[in-house]
């Protein structure tokens, strides 16, 4: 801890500046947030203050845990004063966390800022505004602070009209936690009056746990809202508490909320909000549901709640058996925290099934926001068959790209005769959609599934049935439709490779080691090759993934399979000079047609012309 207590001056982190900016300009229209997030931090303050005690009860300085947070006004000086009888902050604590802004997600924020006032307005909701929206309303803000625990004469007062520095100084501040005055601007003074403050707390603040007194008054309700009957609350309450736990301005898509009774008594009310946040595919972000113990604040982000892909939840979970003292070590070695995950685990699964299936709309704008940190729990083994049942895809029913086939559709849609589940992989939707692998399926109408999110691949490889039926990749092994080729087409199969034996024995010596063998196929019906994975290799589309994630991939030669029927195959019987540059040419195509890159593109486009001249 800094023992220096020479007042100093100092610059706001660039991005606070360009935050404190845009807030004050886009913001205004909705300055009355300002005060939701400054109780919302009080709160906070409290929370973190009455579980550290629990380690270390010296902290509450010989008071007991009564935990307030007050609110006041002087008209005559035009200021607004928020106090809490929290944490507090030492000089460094303050500098930092009021100089800069150090959650994850910042750097997207900042890089999806557009400039245009009405979505970056909407952005900065999302981004949870925080104590910098003080700036709203005011032109300069002085907080004094001191951490519990500390000496009185470590208290520490820090000062700035937002523009671009600010002050900190030493202060002798015999309470502990922090007083916030707000000097405001021009214009704000409808703020200095009881009815109000009031109103905006009801508002918006009324789910906070301390009590919010305004004179000898507690105006909120002050009571932990997760613990009152469903039958007391409306959608309403659910709603303001949401925004509350997730700092979400945007109303949730879905909550659920239950008591259970069992081997082990705990309360979760668990929400799925409407949109994706901006950290959404950082696995290392916040997880957003909080730990109460009896109604006491244990922490933050307790991740053992729920499995990494359902990281999206956001909530409160409050159990009636864990210890108090409860860290996030212990948490990790609790048996409780097992059966807790799992009871959590089950009630989202179960409340996505029900808005699968009562609310298709819905449900795909949470497939389009969350699918694809979804998909990553096929790896669940124990929650595989619930999952299976929400996945969705794009498929060749529609050949739209949006994702929103399940797999219980496709075999509902499935022939009488078809025994598997067909689908593609490729990098793009346009490139899966066009696959030359698709060809036959589309002239037979056999549906195939259009897999081209990056974890796709993933996802059948752990996935590899679903109610009995295999999943079979379009583009691996050999091409084996079973009943669904009648034995005519089977026969004239056979002759077709026999007849073009020679054929594909002279292209696979031409080509040599870029293939691992040259077969005939009815795969295709328009293209003339196609390139195959042998039944246990990789798949192209798989290997150019790892590649790209600069991850070794092992090196698999492709197969090579011709379409007996197609005029540039059948002209390939007849060539003799040019033979070598028309198999490489025809090698290379089917690499590009499946989304693959030329190791020699040069070559290629040389090929290419002298074909087109000869
Ligand atoms: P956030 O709350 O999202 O982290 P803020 O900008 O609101 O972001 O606050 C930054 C940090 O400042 C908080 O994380 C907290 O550590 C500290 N802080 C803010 N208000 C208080 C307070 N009233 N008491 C103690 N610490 C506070």
Known sequence: MTTDTTPETLSFQAEVKQLLHLMIHSLYSNREIFLRELISNASDACDKLRFEALHDAALLEGGGGDFKIRLAFDKDARTLTITDNGIGMNREETISNLGTIARSGTKEFFSRL????????HLIGQFGVGFYSAFIVADRVTVRTR????????????????????SVTTLERPERGTELTLHLREGQEDLLSDWKLESIIHKYSDHVV?????????????????????SELTDDDYKAFYTHVSHDPVPPL?????????????????????HPPLDLHDRAARHGVKLYVRRVFIMDDAEQLLPPWLRFVRGVVDSADLPLNVSRELLQQSKDIETLRKGC?????????SLAETDQEKYSKF???FGRVLKEGVIDFSSRDKLSKLLRFASTHTDQPEENVSLADYVARMKPEQQQIF???AETFNAAKHSPHLEVFRKKGLEVLLLSDRVDEWVVAQLTEFEGKHLVSVARGDLDLGKLEDEAEKKQQEEEASHLKDLTEKIARSLGARVKQVRITHRLTQSPACLVADEHELSGNLARILKAAGQKAPDVKPILEINPKHPVVLRL?????????????????ALLAEGGQLDDPATFVRRINELMLS
Request: glycine share 8%.
């Open 114 to 121: 557009t400039g245009d006032q009405q979505k970056d307005a």
């Open 345 to 353: 685990t089950t009630r989202v699964l179960t409340l996505l099934t």
């Open 367 to 369: 497939w389009t926001g």
């Open 423 to 425: 689908f593609v992989t």
């Open 254 to 274: 879905a909550w659920t909320h239950a008591k259970v009774e069992g081997t082990q008594e705990y309360t979760q009310l668990l929400y799925v909000p409407s």
């Open 573 to 589: 019987q007849r060539e003799e000079a040019k033979f070598d540059d028309w198999s490489a040419v025809l090698f290379d195509q």
């Open 210 to 230: 301390q009590p919010i007194v305004m004179g000898e008054r507690t105006v909120n309700q002050a009571s932990a809202l997760w613990a009152r009957p469903k």
């Open 147 to 166: 951490r519990a625990g500390d000496k009185a004469a470590h208290g520490v007062e820090w000062s700035s009209d937002g523009a671009g520095q600010f």
